[in-house]
C-alpha cells in the first residue's frame, strides 16, 4: 500500500536537533561481523521484528560476514551477559534491541568505550554516550496521532478507557503519557479508567469485559489502545456483550491484523497505527553504514503510516491508506502488519544469512 | 524428683489423660503400664514438655514447673526416648547423638573430631558398635533404636523416659539396655519405662504405674504383684489363657505354599519351605535376620535374585503385590503406619483397599457394598471404631492392627503372612489377636507368622523356621518349639547349625 | 443410610464443629456479597455469564492439577501446554467446523504424550515435580516458539469462537464443557474405584503398593489427566480470545495450583475434592473480576490478590489444625 | 577408633554421588565448548562467566537455605526487585548514602524474607502460597512506587559488578566467598545442622529441643538477604532500579537448588552442589550463546540438560 513517505513526523515536530554523527573512526573493511542482541522474540511484533532484521541482513550479505544473535527472553540482565558473551567472540558492531530502556546503559558505555560501536532499535537507554544512533519509529508520535485522532472523533467529548501494553515497559509508558498529554488538551474528554494489558488480547478481553460490566456498554465513547493487541481483545469484549458493528465505540490500535479484520468487518471508527517492525531492517543497514564510516543520523525515524477506516479522518488526522485498502482479509489474523518485507508470511519465511 | 498433680490432656473427641496423678522418685525404675491408648504416651509427653496439660501441675527437681516446649525440659535435664523415633535421617550418626549439644571448638564450631570419638564411647557403654559417621538413613531399624537409646547418655540426665524402647531390638541388646538402665539408676537416675512385654517389667521395674483408659488404676510395688494381677490391673478382668490351644494341621495334602532356593540379596538367601493349609508356620530369629525380606520376596514386592515361588501347583514367577494378592496372598506388614494403613482415609476404605475390584461397578465403587462389608469385619473383629466411616487415624494400635486383619482375611483366601502382628499392642489385643490368627487358621488358611517375641511364636507355631543373616539355619518342630532351642539356632554360625540338623 | 437421617441442627452445628469444610464456600459468599455490595451490577445474568465464561479454561487447568496435586505432585508445564495446544490448533490452518473434532483429538493426543512424559520422569526417574513439569515448561515452550518463529500465524475454523465465548441458551458454552468435565472426573475421582486408589496412592504410595495398587500406574495416569485437561482448556481459552498467541494461559500454572490450595487440596497429596478445587478457581477468578470492577489500578490488583490469597489459605489452614 | 582428619577430607565435603552426573555435564559442556569454539576456551571468558552468574548464585543460596528447612520461597525475584528500587532511589537522592544504603538494602531484604517465615509458622499455609502471596504484594507497591526504570548510582558502583582483582571478577569472588561462607556455616555450626534437622523431620526437631521456628525464620531472612544481594548486583550492573527486573530469577533460582542435590521438602543437600548447578547453568548459557543457534532450540536444549542432570541417577524417596 502507498503509505506516508514524507520527512519523519517526528523530524517536523521535535524541538531538539538530530545531530549527525561522524563514524569515521568506526570505519573498518568488511566483511564485518555483527552481533545483535536481540530483547526477546516473545510476541508476535518481536517475531516479525526479528524476521526484519534478518531481512535487513540478507539484503547486506556482501558486507557481513558473520551475523551473531542473542536472545534475552526479556530479561535484562541475561541480555547484558548476552552483550559481553558477544563482545567476546569480537564483533565489531554491536545492534541492539535493548530489553528495558535504562538497565543497559552500563554495559552499552562499556561496549562503546571499547570501542565497539553500538546501534540500538526500537527502545534507546539513557546516556547518548552509549550509543552511536538510535533507530525508532516513535512512540510518541504514534501515540499522540492516535489519542488526536480520538479525541477529535469524539468532538472533544466523550468517556474513554485507556488500554496501555505492558506497565512498566518503556514503549507502554512513553505512549500513554503522550496519548494522556494529549487528552489533557482536551477538558470534555474525561478518562475513565486506565488498565495495562500486557499487550495480551486476553487480558484486553478480560479487562474491557469486567469495565463494561462496569460502567455499561453504551456509557464508553472510545478506547484508547497502544497497540490492536489488547485493542482487538476490547473489541472482542464488546461484541460479547452483545454490542456488534457499528454501535462499537471508536477504537484505536495497529500492528495486529486481526485488530484491522475487526474494523473492516464491524465498521466502527477507527484508527491504526502500526509501530512498525521494519525498523529492524533500517537499524542494519544503518549499522553497516556506521562500519563503513558513513554519517548517520543520532536518531533515526522510521516512518509509520496511519490507517483509518473510510468515512472518519479527522481535522488534523487525514490517513495515509484506508482502512480496506490495508486490511490483508486472506491472512491470519495474528498476522503482524507493516515489517516492510515483500509478501510477507512469518511461517513460510526465510531468507539467505551468512554462515 | 517428679510428682504430677491431677493431668489432664483433652484432644477433640478424647479425654487422654483425666486427673492422673503420678510419682516417682530419684534411684528408681518405674514401670508404666497400660493397654493401648491407654494415654501412657501422652503422659510423658506432658512431662517433656510436648503437650502442655489442660489441667494439673508439674513439680520436678523440687520445683513447680510449667513447660512451653520441649526444650524447657530438657535443658532440666528430662530426657526422652520416644515411641516414635526422634532421628534425622540426612545426619550422621554422631550428628544424631549429639543434636543440639555437640562438642565445640574454641572458635564455636562443631568438634567433629571430638564428638565422634565421645559417640564411639557412648556406644560401646551400650555395647552395640555402629559407624558413628555413617547417615542415620543406612541403619536398620534395630541400629537406629540403639542411636535413640544412646542421644540419653549424652549430658546429664535426671529424669530418662524410655517409651517402648525394646519394640524393634533384639534380645541381647535389650540385656545391655537393661544394664545401662540399672546402672543409671544406681547413679541416682529416675527412670520412667513403658513396654508391653511384662517379662521386661519384671526384670528391671522397681514400681509400677496403670493407667486405663486415661485414669490411674494404681501404682505399686513390683514385689506385691505376681503376672496375673498386674494384667488383671491393665486389662480389668482375668487373662486365663494367653495363647488359644495348637492344632495339628493335616500335612497329607499338597502344601498351600512352596518356596525354593529363594532368594532376594543380599537380605534373603536361598531359602525354602512349604506352608500348608491350616498351618501357623513361624518364622523366628534376630530383628534383621531377613525375616520381613522373604515375605517381602514371597510377596513380590521387593525384587527376588533368584528361585521359585508357587501356590498350590501355580508358579508364579512374574510376581507383584497385585498378582500374589489376585492369588489368594495376604500381607500384613510391620510397620501399620508407614506401609499399612491410609491415615487420611476411612476404615471401610483401608479394608477394601486390596480387593477394589471386587466393589467395581459399572457405575463405579459400590459403596453400599463397601460399608457393609466393613461394618462386618468390625463386627467380626469387634474393632473399637464408631462406624465404617470413621477414620482411622485415631484410633489405638489395637484395633489399627485388627482393621488391618479386616481387609487382610476379607482379601485372602489361602496364605496370609503376619509380620510382627502384635507389636506396640497390648496384652488385652494380643489374646483377641492370638485367637483371631488361631480361627484364620482354622478356617483352612495358611499361616506364615513373623514375630520377634518368642513367647508368641511358641505359643502359636506347630512348625518354626529360624533365620540368620538371610539363611534358614534351622527349623523346629512339634515338642522342640521352645525358647532356648530357637535362640540357639537365631545366634547359631551356619555351618554349625547345618551340623546340628543333620 | 444413617447420612441421609442426619436432622438439620446438625448440619449447623457441624458449622461450628468443623469449619474447615464450610470456609471455601463461606469465602465465596464473602467475595460475591462484597462485590455486590460495591458494584450492584454484579450479580446481573451478564455478568454472571462473564464470569464464568472467564472462569472456564482456568477451572478445567484446575480439574487436571487437583488429580497431580492429590498424587503428591505439581504440574508448572500447564501454561506452556495451553499455548502450545494453541499454536498446534492452528497448525492445521482449517476454516471448516468439521475439522474441530480433528483438532481436539489431535491435541489430546499430544496432550497425553506430555503428561506421559512427566509422569515417568517423576515416577520411573523420581525427578522432583517441580523441576520435571519446570523444564517441560521450557522445552515445550522452545519447539512451540521454534515452530512459529515467535509470531504464530494460521487460522482457527469459527466454532472455536462458539466454543469459548458462545452461549447456549444463555449458558456459556465453555461452561457448559466445563461441568461437563466436572462430573467426569468427578464421577472418576469420588465415585470410581480409580478415584480411590488416586487417595490411596496420595496418601501413602508405600501402603498403595503393598495392597496391590501400582502407584506409579496411577501417577502417571493424574499427569496425563492433567495434561489432556490444559490442552483442552487451551483450545477453550483461544477459543475465548479469539487471537493465538504464543504465551495463552501465561502465569495460569501458578493460578492453578493457588485455586487447588484454596479450594482445600493438600499441597502433600492425598486429601482434597474437586469440588472444592473448582470453588478455589471460583474464588481466584472473581478476585480478579472484583478488583478490576473497583477500578483499581493493577498495582492495587496485586497487592489485595496476595493478601487474599494469604488470607484464605491462612483461615483454611487454620480451621484443619486441629 | 581414631579419627584423623585427612582420612575424612572427601567426605568432609559430603557431596552427593548424584552431582557427579552434573560434574560429568559440566565436563561435557566445557569440551563441547574447546571444540566449537576457539574463543570459548579462554581465561577471559571463564572469568566472565563467573561473573555473569553471580546473581543467579546470590538468588539460588537463598532458595537453597529456604529449600533445605522444608520450604519453598517464590518471593526471590519480588525481593530482587524491590531491592533495586529501594536502593537506586535512595541513593540517587542522597548519593552520600551509597556505602550504608547497601547495607540498608540487604537487612531489607532480611526483613521481608524474615515476615515470609513469620507468617509461614503463624499461619501454617504452606510457603509456596505464603511467598507467592507476599511476591504478589511486593509487586504491586513497587509499581505503586514506579513503572519504569529509576533512580540511579554513582558510577564507581558498577565496579562491583563489572570490576576485576586481579583480573578475576569482584562479584565472582564475593559469590563464591557466600557460598563458602554458607557452606561453613550449615556444616560447622550449630544452628547449620539444626537446618537439616527441622527440614528433615520437624516433630523430631521439635521434641528434640530445637528451636525450630528461629531456624525457619533464619533461612527466610538469609533468602531475604541473598535475594537483596542479587538486586545490589542488578543494580551496579545495570545502573538503575527496575521493577520487572527480578521476575525471571525466581523459578532460575530454583534449578540449580535441585540440580545441586536439594530435594524441594527438605533435609538434606549441600550448597557446594548448588554452585555447581550455578556454575553448569551459566555456562551452558555462555556455550549456547556460542553456538550461535536460534533461542528456541537452546530453551529446549536447557530444559533437557536440566531433566538429564537430575533424572540420571535416581534419588531415592520423593518429596515434592
Ligand atoms: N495428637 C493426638 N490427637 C488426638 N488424639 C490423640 C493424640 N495423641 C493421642 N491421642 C489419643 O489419646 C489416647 C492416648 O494415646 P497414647 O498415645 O497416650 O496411648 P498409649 O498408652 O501410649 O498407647 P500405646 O501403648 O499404643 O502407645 C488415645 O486414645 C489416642 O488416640
Ligand atoms: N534404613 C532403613 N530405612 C527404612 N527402612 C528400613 C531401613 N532399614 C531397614 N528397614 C526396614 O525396617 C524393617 C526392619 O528392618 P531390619 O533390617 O531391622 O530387619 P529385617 O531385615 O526386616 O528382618 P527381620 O524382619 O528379621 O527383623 C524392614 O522392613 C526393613 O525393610
Ligand atoms: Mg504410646
Ligand atoms: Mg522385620
Known sequence: ?355 | MIRLDGISKIFPGVKSLDNVTFESVAGEVHALLGENGAGKSTLIKTVSGAYIPDEGTIHFDGKKRKWNSPKEAKDAGIHIIYQELVLFHELSVAENIFIGKAPLTRFGTIDYKTMYERADEILDRLGHHINVQALVKSLSVADQQMVEIAKALVGETKLLVLDEPTAVISGREAELLFERIKLLRDEGVCIIYISHRLEEIFSIADRVTVLKDGQLVGTRSIEELDRDQLVGMMVGRELKDIFPPKRIPSLEAAPVLTVRNLCALPKVRDVSFDLHAGEILGIAGLVGAGRSEVAHAVFGSIPRSSGTVSLGSEDFNTPSPRASIDRGLGFLTEDRKEEGLMMLLDTSANISAPVLPEFTTATGLDRAHEIQVARDEIDRFRIAVPGPESGVSKLSGGNQQKVLFGRWTRACRRVLILDEPTRGIDVGAKVEIYEIIRQLADDGLGILLISSELPEIVGLCTRVLVMREGFVTGEVEGSRIVEETIMRYATAERESAALDVA | MSEAAVNPSEGISKIFRQPGRFIVPLSLVLLVGTATLLQPSFLSINNIQDILTQAAPLALVVLGQAFVILVRGLDLSVASLMASAAVLATAFNATSDAMIPVIFLVTIVVSAGVGLINGLLVTKRNVSPFLATLAMMIVLQGIRFYYTQGAPSGSLPEGFRVLGAGRLAGIPVNMLVFFFFFCILGWLLHKSSFGRKIYITGGNPKSANLVGIHADRVTIICYVICSVMAGIAGLFLVGFVGTVDNWVGRGYELDAIVACVLGGIMLTGGKGTLWGAATGALILILIFNIVIILGLPVQAQLIIKGIIIIFVAGLFSRSTQT | MAYSKSRYLVRRLQLDPSLIIVILLLAIVVISGFVLSDRFGTTRNFMNVLEQSSGLGFASIGQAMVVIVGGIDLSIGAVVTASTIFMAAIVDLHPGLMIPMIFGTLLFGAMIGFCNGYITIKTGVHPLIVTLGTASILNGSVLIYTLQPTGGVPYWFEEFAYGRIWNVPISGLVMLLCFALVWLFLRYFQAGRAFYAVGGNPEAARLSGIQSNRIILLAYSASGFFAALAGVYFVSRTGVGDPRIGDPITLASITPVIIGGLILGGGKGNVLGVLLGVILISLLSNLLNYMNISTFIQWVIQGVIIIIAVSVYVHKGKKL
Open chain 1, 1 to 355: 500500500a502507498d503509505g506516508y513517505d514524507g520527512l519523519p513526523r517526528t523530524f517536523l515536530w521535535n524541538p531538539n536537533f538530530n545531530e549527525v554523527i561522524d563514524t569515521s573512526s568506526y570505519a573498518g573493511d568488511g566483511p564485518f561481523t555483527i552481533g545483535f542482541s536481540n530483547a526477546s522474540q516473545g510476541d508476535g511484533w518481536l517475531g516479525t521484528f526479528y524476521h526484519s532484521v534478518q531481512y535487513g541482513v540478507s539484503e547486506n550479505l556482501d558486507k557481513i560476514g558473520r551475523f551473531i544473535v542473542t536472545d534475552a527472553n526479556g530479561d535484562p540482565t541475561k541480555q547484558i551477559s548476552d552483550i559481553q558473551d558477544l563482545l567476546e567472540q569480537g564483533i565489531d558492531l554491536l545492534l541492539v534491541n535493548p530489553a528495558t530502556a535504562d538497565a543497559l546503559d552500563p554495559i552499552l558505555g562499556r561496549t562503546m568505550r571499547r570501542g565497539v560501536p553500538v546501534v540500538t532499535v526500537a527502545r534507546r537507554v539513557e546516556s547518548d554516550s552509549s550509543f552511536v544512533s538510535f533507530v525508532t519509529a516513535s512512540d510518541t508520535a504514534l501515540a499522540r496521532m492516535s489519542a488526536t485522532w480520538m479525541a477529535e472523533t469524539l468532538n472533544g467529548k466523550g468517556r474513554v478507557v485507556l488500554l496501555p501494553g505492558l506497565a512498566g515497559a518503556s514503549p507502554a509508558e512513553m505512549r500513554l503519557q503522550a496519548a494522556k498529554e494529549v487528552f489533557a488538551q482536551f477538558p470534555g474528554i474525561e478518562i475513565i479508567d486506565t488498565q495495562y494489558t500486557g499487550w495480551s488480547p486476553a487480558n484486553g478481553r478480560q479487562i474491557m469485559a469486567a469495565i463494561i460490566q462496569r460502567e455499561g456498554a453504551g456509557n464508553i465513547d472510545g478506547v484508547w489502545a497502544d497497540s490492536g493487541l489488547q485493542g482487538s481483545g476490547s473489541v472482542e469484549a464488546f461484541i460479547g456483550a452483545g454490542v456488534t458493528g457499528a454501535d462499537i465505540p471508536p477504537h484505536t490500535g495497529g500492528d495486529l491484523n486481526g485488530m484491522y479484520q475487526l474494523a473492516h468487518e464491524n465498521g466502527f471508527p477507527f484508527a491504526g497505527i502500526d509501530y512498525t517492525p521494519s525498523i529492524g531492517a533500517a537499524a542494519v543497514h544503518l549499522s553497516v553504514d556506521v562500519l563503513e564510516g558513513t554519517p548517520v543520523p543520532q536518531r533515526l525515524d522510521v516512518n509509520f503510516q496511519v490507517v483509518i477506516s473510510p468515512g472518519h479522518e479527522t481535522r488534523s488526522i487525514s490517513a495515509d491508506v484506508l482502512l480496506p485498502d490495508y486490511v490483508a482479509m486472506d491472512r491470519p489474523g495474528e498476522l503482524i502488519m507493516g515489517s516492510g518485507i515483500p509478501d510477507y508470511d512469518p511461517t513460510s519465511f526465510s531468507v539467505e544469512l551468512p554462515n
